[in-house]
Each structure stands twice: as structure tokens, then as C-alpha cells.
Nanobody
Framework: QVQLVESGGGLVQAGGSLRLSCAASGRTFSSYAMGWFRQAPGKEREFVAA????????YYADSVKGRFTISRDNTKNTVFLQMNSLKPEDTAVYYC???????????????WGQGTQVTVSS
């Protein structure tokens, strides 16, 4: 089981940027696909972005495509989410997750972090 810890959330004005990090424990990090999901108050958890174990393939939700970039550093067991041109509707708790295969579905991930709050003010 991979243990995940997110960091980098905070309060930012609309149009600003944040970089989220997700540190993973365990020697098998490089064999897992990683995903970012988010959940706003009163809404279901939704897919944001995902990256293959090798970093060679990525998926993005249409709502963040062109603004967010997912990347990973397997030497540091860390996955990143660079968020630019933030909008108030990006406000949510952001979770990272690990799974065997690249997927847009939450059910495709078996380990989850505790989440980090991102708040974008207008």
C-alpha cells in the first residue's frame, strides 16, 4: 500500500498559480499511475488529471486542460500539479491517488491522500 501526503494548497486570487505536491512512501511508487481529484463542498469528487507510471501519458479534465499540468519525479517519489490561471470554480479539496493503471475514474485508484485545500478568491 502506498501512503500519500499532499501539500501546497492555500488561498490565491483568481488568475494566480499554485503548485501542489504529493509525496509517496514505498519503493514501488514508480510503478503506479497517479491521479489528482478534487471535491468542492456539496459536490461529488471529480477527476482533474492523471499521469502514467513512466510519465509518458497524461489525462486532463476538460475544465483544467491548458491551465493545469501534472508531472512526476520518480527519483523523489513525488507527483506535482501545477495550476495556473486559477478560477473561483477551482476551489476544492484536492486529493492525490495511486493506482495500477492510468484512469479518469476514482474507482481505478486504491490509495488516497488526506487532501489539501485550494481556495481561489474572485
Amino acid at each position: 500500500q502506498v501512503q500519500l501526503v499532499e501539500s501546497g494548497g492555500g488561498l490565491v486570487q483568481a488568475g494566480g498559480s499554485l503548485r501542489l505536491s504529493c509525496a509517496a512512501s514505498g519503493r514501488t511508487f514508480s510503478s503506479y499511475a497517479m491521479g489528482w481529484f478534487r471535491q468542492a463542498p456539496g459536490k461529488e469528487r471529480e477527476f482533474v488529471a492523471a499521469i502514467k507510471w513512466s510519465g509518458s501519458s497524461t489525462y486532463y479534465a476538460d475544465s483544467v486542460k491548458g491551465r493545469f499540468t501534472i508531472s512526476r519525479d520518480n527519483t523523489k517519489n513525488t507527483v506535482f500539479l501545477q495550476m495556473n490561471s486559477l478560477k473561483p470554480e477551482d476551489t476544492a479539496v484536492y486529493y492525490c491517488a495511486s493506482g495500477r493503471d492510468l484512469s479518469r475514474r476514482a474507482l481505478g485508484y486504491s490509495s488516497w491522500g488526506q487532501g489539501t485545500q485550494v481556495t481561489v478568491s474572485s
